[in-house]
């Protein structure tokens, strides 16, 4: 498959007959995950919650460039929400080979004066969600030849917590814990669960709205760049291919190298 600038595949492990579901596919992130796994041959499940457009302009791109996709709406602050989604993406081809939980929110918010709804709000998108997601998967996956693999976004937030983000990073960590919990109970049953941790990706506008926090990051990391959406989606690939076949429990830090440097 090709992008729309036409620039071909780097080399990603075929995942050719085989189902995905991304979750927050319609975000900048969920899009470029979706598109890495429809370049590696994927048939791929959107899921959306309110930008179902962005979601069905993907499916449109990918149709366009030979893949495969569909898209979904969920609210997945809804448990049964979250197993009807697994369960049409599942029924649309018959099998669900990969999942990655990816939908969540961000807001910034000091600790000091935050109420324990605000704390609870973001939790329940971003680890409960998970939950219900990879509790629903993991019961097809472990059903079927191959079973499946389960992919979080955490953050490296999730490692070094940032002012203003608490709850955000409390709830990355929590599902970096997640992953590796699920690991030891799915494993046995041909389902395997990693974390793929991100660092500072690239948005149209960002070095305009934050030129400090740009200028600082790209610093600071040895392969003095952003991340782009791209990047975090190949790490998800991997994951989910037969090159990973012994990997579960493990935390991927995708961050060019920042979490590399000293902090003292």
């Not at 569909?70 to 029924?91: G, I, K, N």
């Not at 999942?99 to 918010?109: F, K, S, T, W, Y």
């Not at 970096?176 to 990693?194: K, M, Q, S």
């Not at 991340?227 to 090159?243: K, T």
Request: charged share 20%; net charge negative; hydrophobic share 45%.
């Amino acid at each position: 498959m090709t992008d729309p600038e036409g620039v071909t595949d780097p080399g990603l492990p075929s995942l050719a007959g085989r189902v995905a579901l991304v979750t927050g596919a319609s975000g900048l992130v969920g899009g470029g995950i979706a598109r890495q796994f429809a370049r590696a041959g994927a048939a791929v499940v959107l899921h959306c919650h309110q930008r179902a457009d962005r979601a069905r302009e993907l499916a449109e791109e990918i149709g366009k460039a030979g893949g495969h996709a569909v898209v979904v709406p969920a609210d997945l602050s809804e448990e049964r929400e979250c197993r009807r989604l697994v369960a049409a993406a599942h029924d649309w081809r018959g099998r669900l080979d990969a999942l990655v939980n990816n939908a969540g929110i961000q807001p910034v918010q000091p600790l000091r004066g935050m109420a324990a709804a605000d704390w609870r709000l973001l939790q329940e998108a971003n680890v409960t969600s998970a939950f219900a997601c990879t509790q629903a998967a993991a019961e097809v996956m472990a059903g079927q030849d191959g079973g499946g693999s389960v992919t979080h976004i955490a953050s490296v937030e999730g490692h070094r917590p940032a002012p203003g983000h608490a709850h955000y990073g409390v709830s990355k960590a929590a599902l970096i814990a997640f992953a590796r919990a699920a690991a030891v109970e799915y494993g046995p049953l041909g389902v395997r669960v990693n974390s793929v941790s991100p660092g500072l990706v690239d948005r149209p506008g960002l070095a305009e709205d934050w030129p400090e926090g740009v200028e600082r990051w790209t610093r600071a990391a040895p392969l003095e760049r952003l991340g782009r959406p791209e990047d975090i989606g190949a790490a998800c690939v991997f994951l989910a291919s037969g090159a990973a076949g012994w990997i579960t429990g493990t935390d991927l830090l995708v961050d060019g190298g920042v979490s590399a440097r000293p902090s003292w």
